[in-house]
């Protein structure tokens, strides 16, 4: 009679395992499934347009004059969250006491870039651009003492390892622009 428990009880338990092993089985093939493989969305960065700020990169050094005087400061730009965002961190150099961060990011539906800037002037700056021509040009509406103003950053003449960039003004609604800073970014070694 035990023993014809014991037999009972061990059928008994390879049933079940049969059953839990045939049932990881079927999740493991559906997990694996190609056809599942191929219904998957891309990546959400993963459009050209998306990968139009990918020229900023990297380590650059960062040349400007003002008064007589040159100043090279760093700027280190990386993607994170899974290369989604640009991240900007900006570093002044001799005679530019300016610090600042910035995200920059694609937005699908807008279809238009979008970057939020930050520094240690407790200054918030919020832009909206496009890449086209070969620029990257983002805008803002700003105002000082009741007076509303444009202001804009442009990238231009990009190559691999340099480019332009101006922080412009515009008083009469972007007629005209005003280069208030030029700098000049080298690919830093």
């Known amino acids: 009679m035990k023993a014809q428990r014991t037999q009972m009880n061990t059928e008994r338990t390879e049933r ?63 993607k994170i969250l899974g290369d989604c965002v640009i991240f900007e ?7 530019s006491p300016l610090n600042g961060m910035s995200h920059s990011v ?5 279809g238009k870039w979008k ?7 407790a200054a918030y700056l ?5 890449f086209k021509d070969g620029r990257m040009v983002l805008s803002r509406t700003a105002s000082k003492d009741g ?3 444009l202001q804009r950053m442009v990238w231009y003449d990009i190559k691999p390892d340099q480019f332009l960039w101006n922080w412009e003004r515009s008083d009469d609604d972007g007629k005209s622009w005003q280069v208030i800073w030029k700098i000049d970014y080298r690919r830093a070694k």
């Open 106 to 110: 694609y937005d699908k539906q807008a």
């Open 16 to 78: 079940i395992v049969g059953r839990m092993l045939a049932g990881l089985s079927v999740v493991a093939a559906c997990a694996m499934h190609p056809a599942q493989a191929q219904t998957q969305a891309p990546p959400p960065c993963a459009s050209a347009e998306s990968r139009q700020f990918d020229f900023w990169v990297g380590p650059w050094e960062a040349r400007s004059t003002s008064n007589g005087k040159e100043s090279v400061s760093r700027n280190t730009i990386t």
């Open 89 to 95: 961190n900006f570093q002044g150099g001799s005679g």
């Open 147 to 149: 007076k509303a103003f």
């Open 126 to 130: 919020d832009f909206v651009g496009e």
């Open 115 to 121: 970057q939020t800037w930050v520094d240690n002037n």
